[in-house]
T-cell receptor, first 116, second 119 residues
Framework: AQKVTQAQTEISVVEKEDVTLDCVYE???????LFWYKQPPSGELVFLIR??????QNEISGRYSWNFQKSTSSFNFTITASQVVDSAVYFC?????????????FGGGTRLMVKP | GAVVSQHPSWVICKSGTSVKIECRSL??????MFWYRQFPKQSLMLMAT?????????EQGVEKDKFLINHASLTLSTLTVTSAHPEDSSFYIC???????????????FGPGTRLTVL
């Protein structure tokens, strides 16, 4: 069975600091997808990134970057020069394409608070 | 605009009444829709998965007679909470995945959620 662990339940930083959100996953499949979603106070989950298990290239999108390490089953998310608007709950999730409808397994979420 | 919409965004109802929540995919055909429930400061809990034109698959512990799901078209799924009680108060979120130009078919796109309060 698959499992996603986000060990950091809450992180508090001061604006302009860099912050890394950890995500560790467990799966028996060799083919899977990893995701990060952002949930701001409004409640809507915003899709940030999808990475498939065969693509270990790190990705950068503006101030966001993701580090996928299959050797340690981790998919960490770094925000550079954090801003107050980054304050939200961030969820890491895993799906296995063989599941009906690509069902997601979510981590417990990390609440990020960026203080001015 | 939003890829997936939900209506209503919030609802307050009396105990014993039924509430219907709609989930629509606005710019793609959602072959699969998912319904989640989220309690304060917790992660999302999958309630059920529905494929267009077929019966929903409910997760263990979710009462299918209480949470009626209909996925009658490729752009609309509804969740009806029947005979609602205060313990049903929660944040309900839908998501959709399917064929769409320019978007991953294996990615779930989420609606904005519906906050249900049962008095």
């Amino acid at each position: 069975a698959q499992k996603v662990t986000q060990a950091q339940t809450e992180i508090s930083v001061v604006e302009k600091e860099d912050v890394t959100l950890d995500c560790v996953y467990e799966t028996r499949d060799t083919t899977y997808y990893l995701f990060w979603y952002k949930q701001p106070p409004s409640g809507e989950l915003v899709f940030l990134i999808r990475r498939n298990s065969f693509d270990e290239q790190n990705e950068i999108s503006g101030r966001y970057s993701w580090n996928f390490q299959k050797s340690t089953s981790s998919f960490n998310f770094t925000i550079t020069a954090s801003q107050v608007v980054d304050s939200a709950v961030y969820f890491c999730a895993l799906s296995e394409p063989n599941n009906a409808g690509n069902m997601l397994t979510f981590g417990g979420g990390t609440r990020l608070m960026v203080k001015p | 605009g939003a890829v997936v919409s939900q209506h209503p965004s919030w609802v307050i109802c009396k105990s014993g009444t039924s509430v219907k929540i709609e989930c629509r995919s606005l710019d793609f055909q959602a072959t699969t829709m998912f319904w989640y429930r989220q309690f304060p400061k917790q992660s999302l809990m999958l309630m059920a998965t529905s494929n267009e034109g077929s019966k929903a698959t409910y997760e263990q512990g979710v009462e299918k007679d209480k949470f009626l799901i209909n996925h009658a078209s490729l752009t609309l799924s509804t969740l009806t909470v029947t005979s609602a009680h205060p313990e049903d108060s929660s944040f309900y979120i839908c998501s959709a995945s399917g064929e769409t130009s320019g978007r991953d078919t294996d990615t779930q796109y989420f609606g904005p959620g519906t906050r249900l309060t049962v008095l």
